[in-house]
Each structure stands twice: as structure tokens, then as C-alpha cells.
T-cell receptor, first 111, second 114 residues
Framework: RKEVEQDPGPFNVPEGATVAFNCTYSNSASQSFFWYRQDCRKEPKLLMSVYSSGNEDGRFTAQLNRASQYISLLIRDSKLSDSATYLCVVNRGDSSYKLIFGSGTRLLVRP | AAGVIQSPRHLIKEKRETATLKCYPIPRHDTVYWYQQGPGQDPQFLISFYEKMQSDKGSIPDRFSAQQFSDYHSELNMSSLELGDSALYFC?????????????FGSGTRLTVV
């Protein structure tokens, strides 16, 4: 079982749609949680950190449920430019701060 | 703002050759991480360095070695290259005490082994 598991993609949605991605992690010692965005053949870029209280950045909302070891990302009013792969990332929970990546969920926003 | 610089951007090598990838972290970042991403795969952690010492080791083959130098740049040395080593190799850096907040990736080196 992978340490970080995500919804399989791709998600194919029309512009303006709301889409939600889910992620679960297995290491209860994990302390830091992130969503990264990766465009084709490019490097992963930090989209947002995920905090226990939930956090919002414009059209993006992230939620964390430590009890269920579950993370989510909600994208409202999807834009064509949101098309990318979204990686759920969790730190290892030890002093190395190593980040463990999920396999990613591909989002395709169509006109 | 300065980012993580990786070189070369692209590299083509033949089987059994060696390759050296370089990474220059963001200034004042003391920690460097190397990841390998195969086609259609998620990034896999290879190795990390903090203050020029190896801090963690992942799925790095014995044919690969890496080090961090006094100026904090890092090099990944790959020997006896195999076709399966073809991948994107990302370097990321962070300030150790701020690693809690994630790290910044370089643009990657695309290695093709033929």
C-alpha cells in the first residue's frame, strides 16, 4: 500500500465546474501536508499548504482530517489554466522532513 | 527571486555511461533533496543532504552517489547507466528549519539513456 494515495484521474470537467480531489495518508506521525501542482514535463510547484483548520486561497480550499488521515482539495469555478496534475504531498513525520508524493490526480478543464 | 537551478536541462547518454547532475539551491537554503520521476510516475525520493551531510536515503540505486559541497550545491553521480534510469530528476531545496512549509523544486534534468 502506498504511503499517500489519491483519487485516480483523469477528472474531465467543464469550465466553471467545482471539482474535489481526495487523498489519504498512512503515517499518523506526518506533520505537514501540501498540494502541489505539476504541469506536463515541468517541476512540481507548491499550490498550498494544508492546515488542520482548513484553509482557502482564492478558488482553492484545502481540508485536513487528522483522525481519518484524509486531505482534500476543492477547486471552484474551474479555469482552463487549472488543467494539470495535482499531487497530494505529506511529510514523512520524522526529522528528515522528507516529502512523500501521491501519484497525482490529473485534471482536464474543457471549454 | 532566485530559484533552484539544475543543470543540464537535458542529457542523453548511452547505456553503461556515467552522468553527473548538478543542483544549486536557493541562497541560504541548507537542505537539498533529489527526486526521480519516471514517465507517468510520481516523484520518488532518492536522497537528501543537510549541512553537507547525508540526512536521508530513499530508493537510490547503489550505482548512484551524491554529495553536497561547501557552497551547498549538490551533485548526483550516476554510473553504469541503464535504460530504466531515463527519467526526470528533480532537485529541491529548503531551509531546514522551514522544511515544515514544503520545498521548492528546480526545473529538473531530463535524462535519456539510449
Amino acid at each position: 500500500r502506498k504511503e499517500v494515495e489519491q483519487d485516480p484521474g483523469p477528472f474531465n470537467v467543464p469550465e466553471g465546474a467545482t471539482v474535489a480531489f481526495n487523498c489519504t495518508y498512512s503515517n499518523s506521525a506526518s506533520q505537514s501536508f501540501f498540494w502541489y501542482r505539476q504541469d506536463c514535463r515541468k517541476e512540481p510547484k507548491l499550490l498550498m499548504s494544508v492546515y488542520s483548520s482548513g484553509n482557502e486561497d482564492g478558488r482553492f480550499t484545502a481540508q485536513l482530517n487528522r483522525a481519518s488521515q484524509y486531505i482534500s482539495l476543492l477547486i471552484r469555478d474551474s479555469k482552463l489554466s487549472d488543467s494539470a496534475t495535482y499531487l497530494c504531498v505529506v511529510n514523512r513525520g520524522d526529522s528528515s522532513y522528507k516529502l512523500i508524493f501521491g501519484s497525482g490526480t490529473r485534471l482536464l478543464v474543457r471549454p | 527571486a532566485a530559484g533552484v537551478i539544475q543543470s543540464p536541462r537535458h542529457l542523453i547518454k548511452e547505456k553503461r555511461e556515467t552522468a553527473t547532475l548538478k543542483c544549486y539551491p536557493i541562497p541560504r537554503h541548507d537542505t537539498v533533496y533529489w527526486y526521480q520521476q519516471g514517465p507517468g510516475q510520481d516523484p520518488q525520493f532518492l536522497i537528501s543532504f543537510y549541512e553537507k551531510m547525508q540526512s536521508d536515503k530513499g530508493s537510490i540505486p547503489d550505482r548512484f552517489s551524491a554529495q553536497q559541497f561547501s557552497d551547498y550545491h549538490s551533485e548526483l553521480n550516476m554510473s553504469s547507466l541503464e535504460l530504466g534510469d531515463s527519467a526526470l530528476y528533480f532537485c529541491a531545496s529548503s531551509s531546514h528549519r522551514d522544511s515544515y512549509y514544503g520545498y521548492t523544486f528546480g526545473s529538473g534534468t531530463r535524462l535519456t539513456v539510449v
